[in-house]
C-alpha cells in the first residue's frame, strides 16, 4: 500500500511540475507557496486505496484535473500584472521601461474613462469590472507588436505606440475606443480622455514621464475633444496646484476662506431679497487664489464636500445673524456635483436649518445644468427632498448645458438663472434678442422664476425688463461684497435704478 501511494505522489508531483512549468511559462514566475499547498491537498484528497493497475489510471487523472483546475484559479496574479484584466499594472510597467531606457521615440497615451465610478454607483461593480475588461479587450487589439499596455489604476489605462501618432489620428483613436459597450444587455456609453507625450520632445526618467503624463491627462479633461498633450510649464503648473491643494485644510483651520455676498435686484418690486453666497480665498502662502482655480482642484481630489459643509455653516450662521438685525434675504449656495452624489446631503442641510432655529425658505440650492444630467435620476431624488421640505432649487448657467427638454417640465426646480454668455451683442443683434426672449418664455411657462447674470449696461437691464424677467445679478446692481458691506447698505440696496 505503501509502493501504491508512492507512486500516485510521483505522478502527482510530475503533474503539478508540468503545470508549473505551463504556469511559469506564460507568467515568467512560480509559486513555491501555492504548489507546497497543492501538494498538501492533493495528497490528502486523493489518497490512493486500491493497487494501481493501468485501466484505472485515465480515472484516477480525472479528480486530479479537477483539482488543479480549481486551485490554478486561486493562483495570486504574478508580480507586475493586473487582476482583473491580465495587463501589466503600473510596477510591471515601470519594471518593462526601466529595462528599455532610454526612450527617445515613439509616443505615451494615458487613457481615462470619464466619470467611471457612475458606472459602478448605478450598475454595480460586477459590471463596472467587465466594463474594464472588455475596453481592455478593446484596447489590445488596437496595438502592435512593438506597443505596450497597462492598467494603471481603476479607470486608467497606459499605452506606450512605439510609432507616435498625430492628435488627428488620436481623435480617430479615440472614436473608435469610444463606441458603446454591450454587457449582459445594458449599453454603456463611454467618453475616454486621453493625455499623450512624444517622447522625441520631452524624454525623460521613467517616474518622470508618468508624471508628465498625468499632467497631460489633467488638461485634456478640460479640453473640448478631452484630448491634450504634455506642454513645458505643466510642471510648474503642477506644483502650485499641489500647494494649493495641500493648503486648503490649513486655510479652513486659519480662516483664509472667507464669502462674499452678491445681491440679485428684482425687477418688479425694486427691492433685493436674495443674494448669492460666493467663496473667497487669501491664502497666506499663495495670496489671493480664484475661486475658478482652485474649486476645480478640490473637485479632482475628493475635497469639494469639505469646502460645501464649511460653506453651509457659515451662510446658516450668516443667516442667524441677519435675523437677528431684521434683515430678511434668502441665500443661494452652488453645490458641486460630488455633493449631490452623498445619500445624506438633503438631511443633513436639514438638521442644520433646524439646529439654527431657521425656517428652509432662508437657503436656496444653485446647480448647473450639467451636473443636473450627470446622474438625473440621484439628483433628481436628492432635490425632492429638499424642496419638499421647503428649500428652494435653481439651475444656474440655464442654456448653456445639455439638458432635454422633455425633462424640463419633471424638474423640482423654482427659478432659471440664464448665464450671461446670451447677453453679447443683445443690444443690437435681434437673434441674440430671440434667443434670450426664447429662454425666457420657455422658463416662465414652466412656472420658473428666472435672473439673468452678468447685466452690466443700463440698456440691457431695460431690455430685460421689457421681456419680463423676474431678477437681476451684476455690477450695474451691486458687486460681490462682505457682510458687513451689505448690513450698511442694506437700505440703499433695496432702491430701485433710477
Known sequence: MATTELIWLIVYLIAIGIASIIYWYWHRRTELKFLKRLVTQLSQQHKVRQPLNIVSIPYRF???????????????????????????????????????????QGMFVLIDIHR??????????????????????????????????????????????????????????????????????????????????????????????????????????SASNYIAAYQEGDDRSQHRQLTIVSCFPKALEQNELYLVFQPKYNLASGDCTHAEALIRWDSSVLGSISPGEFIPLLECAGMISLLSQWVIDQVLLQQVRWQESDIRLQLAINLAIDDLSEKQLSERIITRLKRHGLGAQVLSIEITESQLMTDMVRTVAVLNRLKRAGVKVAIDDFGTGHSSLAYLKHLPVDEVKIDRAFLTGVE????????????????KGLDFSVTVEGVEQMSVFKLLQEMGVDKIQGDIYAKPMRAPELEMHWRKLNQPLG
Not at 67 to 77: E, T, V
Not at 157 to 162: D, E, K, S
Open 62 to 104: 480525472i479528480p486530479l484535473y479537477v483539482q488543479l483546475q480549481h486551485l490554478l484559479k486561486q493562483l495570486p496574479p504574478p508580480k507586475g500584472r493586473d487582476k482583473l484584466t491580465g495587463l501589466l499594472n503600473r510596477v510591471g510597467l515601470k519594471a518593462k521601461l526601466t529595462r528599455k531606457m532610454p526612450l527617445t
Open 428 to 443: 443690437s443683434d435681434p437673434r441674440a434678442q430671440h434667443i434670450v426672449r426664447s429662454a425666457v418664455d420657455l422658463a
Open 116 to 221: 467611471f465610478r457612475y458606472v459602478n454607483d448605478l450598475f454595480g461593480f460586477s459590471l463596472g469590472d467587465k466594463l474594464l475588461q472588455a475596453l481592455a479587450e478593446r484596447l489590445e487589439r488596437r496595438i502592435g507588436d512593438k506597443d505596450m499596455l497597462a492598467r494603471m489604476n481603476e479607470d486608467e489605462f497606459l499605452i506606450y505606440f512605439h510609432t507616435p501618432m498625430s492628435e488627428a489620428e488620436l481623435i480617430v483613436f479615440q472614436q473608435g475606443l469610444a463606441q458603446p459597450i454591450s454587457i449582459k444587455g445594458t449599453v454603456i456609453n463611454l467618453q475616454l480622455q486621453l493625455g499623450y507625450l512624444d517622447l522625441s520632445l520631452h524624454h525623460a526618467d521613467v517616474s518622470q514621464m508618468l508624471r508628465r503624463l498625468d499632467l497631460a491627462l489633467v488638461r485634456a479633461k
